[in-house]
């Protein structure tokens, strides 16, 4: 079995120290995501386009570790203001609709206060 570290690009990566996500054989555990693009290292204000964001970055990031979105088995939410969240869902059903992994969402404080969600997945590839 071989470990492989994928990188965004993102500064936090370096100045932390974390890969966005870790490949460990036919698992894929992408690190919790943010609404930053990382090209830009900006962020947008809305929770939605945030969410957009989100998965837009962990999705190249499966992409990168030779899953999709198809291969999720569970996503984790992190939002400081639980009531921010259902306006998310029409984003999130687009992308995990037909999959449907076991998920849990969590209110908490973010990092950085323009940070209105975090998601954080684990996929198992297909063999």
Known sequence: MTRRLI???STFEQEIGYSRAVVDGEWVFVSG???FDYATMTIR???VEQAE???????????EAGASF????????????AEDFPACWPVLRRYFGECRPAAMMISAGLAD??????IEVTARKRV
């Open 70 to 81: 198809k291969d999720v088995v569970r996503v984790n939410y992190v939002l400081p203001r």
């Open 53 to 63: 964001q989100c998965l837009l970055n962990i999705g190249a990031a499966l992409a």
């Open 113 to 118: 206060p323009r940070m209105k969600i975090e």
């Open 33 to 35: 995501t943010t609404g």
């Open 7 to 9: 990188s965004s690009g």
């Open 45 to 47: 204000d809305g929770v």
